[in-house]
């Protein structure tokens, strides 16, 4: 189908709790929404970049450049008839994979809406329900953060993420842990530490971890591979992994044994299947990231999780966790058994309230 416009949102949404992490303190999600139009319908895609480089080097900025300059010229009056023909158009762009990906899924959206299917049919996931857990940001007391675990576990979740970073680690988990036994529990380092933290790597083995997130630097794949090493607990990449070779490098050399898939990190729907396809087929468990999405980016992820080879619980929690009001409905809400429910409508499975948008809209664009 003929891409026949393209509008590029930019909007900022309060969270409901701030959320803190390594690197930075969250108050408001900043993010570039993008519409492709043909055929009387529009896809939808959420870019993940943040307002500053801090999670990745991409962000709100370079990735509305990207998209402006090189992406949206590339397909704009294109005869697109598969998610192939994008990527394929995309080829000559390297690095920006937020930017790259936003466009990609929107044109997913867009294709799966025609063909009358549910994204996650699209994909090939066989799902009606992905398990999910909660992603839960360093506090300014234990207190405070027992009590954010102690919610979500009564709201109905059923696995944990605690942030860490150096002084917020060894101590913190302890204190889950005894409170919790049996808790499915993982940590997120965010890339704070380094090899000379080896001791803290080897307290935290003894917690029954799930897996340890991206502890040393955030392009990095050797020393991952020293640490996983000297762990019983499996390393899980997020930062370092921006495409299927990076995957394949990863897991040859032993940097990790569980690999995190966030869509935007990895350029797109096209090449997070092809990194689930490539860890099934060596045994290695994936699970679905999270960027505190809108509900448009939380699709994608519900829809992607539907995929066999997602079979640890995934950073995407229900929509009430991250914003009281979302810009697009259904909101997606926690089952009992810690799943979101995958929706079956065409495409995403979701629609954007128009209003909404244009409440939390800092800039507009719309080409040609
Ligand atoms: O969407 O629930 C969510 C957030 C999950 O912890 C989460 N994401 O490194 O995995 C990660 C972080 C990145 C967030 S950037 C502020
Ligand atoms: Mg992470």
Known sequence: MKIESIELHHIDLPLVHPFETSFSREFTRPCI??????????????????????????????????????????????????PADVVARFRRVRGHPMARAALENAVWDLLAQRRGVSLADMLGGRRERVPVGVSVGIEPTLDALLDQVAGHIAEGYGRIKLKIKPGWDVDVVRAVRERWPDLPLQVDANSAYTLADVPVFRDLDQFDLLLIEQPLHHDDIVDHARLQAQLRTPLCLDESIHSPEHARWALDIGACRI??????????????????????????????????????????????????????????????????????????????????????????GVHVIPDRLAAVRLRHLHLP
């Open 33 to 82: 929404l993008v519409a492709v139009h043909a055929g009387g319908l529009t896809g939808w895609g959420e870019c993940t970049a943040h307002a500053g480089p801090w999670y990745s080097s991409e962000t709100v900025e370079t990735a509305w450049h990207v998209l402006r300059d090189f992406l949206l010229p590339a397909v704009l009056g294109q005869e697109i008839e598969s």
């Open 259 to 348: 690999i995190n898939v966030k869509v935007g990190r990895v350029g797109g729907l096209t090449a997070a299947r092809q990194i689930h396809d490539l860890c099934a087929e060596r045994g290695v468990p994936v699970w679905c990231g999270g960027m505190l999405e809108t509900n448009v980016g939380r699709a994608a992820n519900v829809a992607l999780a539907t995929l066999p080879n997602f079979t640890l619980p995934g950073d995407i929690s229900a929509s009430a966790r991250y914003y009281r009001e979302d810009i697009a409905e259904p909101n997606f809400e926690i089952n009992d058994d810690s799943t979101l429910s995958v929706p079956i409508g065409p495409g995403l």
